[in-house]
């Protein structure tokens, strides 16, 4: 479960200070499919940083699963990464000229789980994206768009996360093959994931079950869609 | 992260970029193969410097006439030039002076010898029956000279290889022969066998006679020009060395040891001078080959800073899904580490050719020691941590979003 109450996050320069979040609060219970939806500029990006823990706030708390991670240093801010947060990022992230099984257990080496069952686990999730299990050995680099980000999905399912975090999964993608992995959120989502996509176009958040509507740092609207 | 995970993502990294990592190694290759084949160089002439003199015999003190001296001159001529010691004088020592096993006085001057129309100039050294005790010779065929032809003026030669090849032939009979040393007949009664060497100091190159009948016939005055003395062991060189000088002092009535017409010099004393003159050629080729080793050194920094600036992606990436600094410290610094140590394993094995090349074309005799093996690795591995250790901490450093977004 994820509680963020009031959280703002200030960004300073030499003689700017920008504020990029403005008392955000809400909530998002396990299991939930969340859209989190703004033009740029609207501090979504800094907010999925934020739920990431790949930064901390300025003010403001940040309960996931109980524990506060506004508070963490930057080794347990990694602990909260490997243990409870998947990424897909809209640029895929693989490691080009590495072997499609290697790259979806790549996070499973920094957690010292045994080779064996790497494999075991990451062809488990790769069967879970829906990519072809003639693929699994092929390099990343030589798969399509489409591909490349059901790799990377499984790469976030590996260490069974609290929370899949999808930065634009659909952005590099034509809209037929966004369709599909859109698709498979769902699917992930109806076998019991939670998952926050963060998205600025309204085709895509309307696939999420709710909405929550941001610009320039605040939310600007709540909205259930089923 | 474990150690065989460790070793699979440096065995990927490095594989992905196989010519700039061999030519990274190439420059530590080429490092520690040029340090290891100049030490052994340089270790290797000690050695062969060090194997000579211990070859003109064991625990040996020498006496040399000291430079010749007027009164109230300042003008020295060279050392060993004065004639200042004489046959008395060795026989003082012998009968005055503890410890000591074997003297041998000689004298010896250069002259032209002749033999059936061929005719070389060389040195001729008369001197005593334990000569070869003393210095180290042994003699191939027949005798050296005995204390009966010392007594009777016999005028035989014992002669060295080069002066047989020189005056007979290669390897040609020569025992029996007679030889003109300066306008008087010598008998040949034995060859020395050959201690090899070349130049100025061939040990081959020499004829010997009886120093009586040299001091008689030849140079027709009592001197000598070298006392050699062998100690009873190493541990009595000092004080042999110590007792002669005052015996010859109190014998030549000098009080001031700095005014001394002769110089008492040990084995240990050449050896010691040697040993200086290579050890500072050694530092001196080491120091070359060290530079070429740090412009190796710099190339490993130069390929991590370009390969962290390539993967700051990845590096983004490898800290979202939960590596910790440390994680990412370490893979780049073992990086590193392994293309310097890699290159260690290869130079030693390249210096260790050259050094043998060296020795089998150049005729310069090479000693690779394995503690100069062992440095090379110490220092590759240092390298590779010294040059390594700024881009591991620039990648580690990353902020994670900022890597993440960075094209």
New interface residues.
Partial sequence: MIEISDITKLYKNENVEFLALKNVSFKINDGEFVAIMGPSGSGKSTLM?IL?A??TPTSGRYLLDGQDVALLT??EL??I???KIG?V?QSF?L?P??SVI?NVY??L????VS?EERVRIAEEKLSATGLPETHFHHLSNQLSGGQMQRVAIA?ALI?NPSLILADEPTGNLDTKTGDLILETFKKLNDAGHTIVLITHEPEVARHAKRIIHIRDGSILKDEILR | ??I??LLE?IY?ALS?NKIRSFLTVLGIVIGIGSVIAMVSIGQGAQGSIQSSIQSIGSNLVIVTPGAQRGVGVQVSAGRGSAQTLTQADADAIQKEISSIKQIAPELTRRYQITAKGQNTNTSITGTTPAYPEVRNIAVGEGSFIDAQQMASYSKVAVIGPTVRDDLFGQGAEALGQSIKINGVIFKIVGITQAKGGSGFNNPDDIVYVPLTTAQRFLAGDAYVTTISIEAQDQSSMASVQQQITILLLERHKISDPAAADFGVLTQADIVATASTVTSTFTILLASIAGISLLVGGIGIMNMMLTTVTERT??I????????????INLQFLMEAITLTFLGGMIGVGLGWLLAYLVSLFAGIATSVSWSSVFLAFGVSAAIGVVFGYYPARRASQLN??EA?RYE
């Fill in positions: 940083h990431g790949l930064d930057e080794d990694a602990d990464r490997k243990n990424f990022f992230n490691l000229r590495a290697r790549l996070p080496v920094y957690s010292g080779k790469r260490n | 992260m474990a065989f995970d993502e990927f992905a992606r990845e983004g990436l490898r800290k979202a899904i939960g590596a910790k600094k440390r994680d994670p979003i993440l």
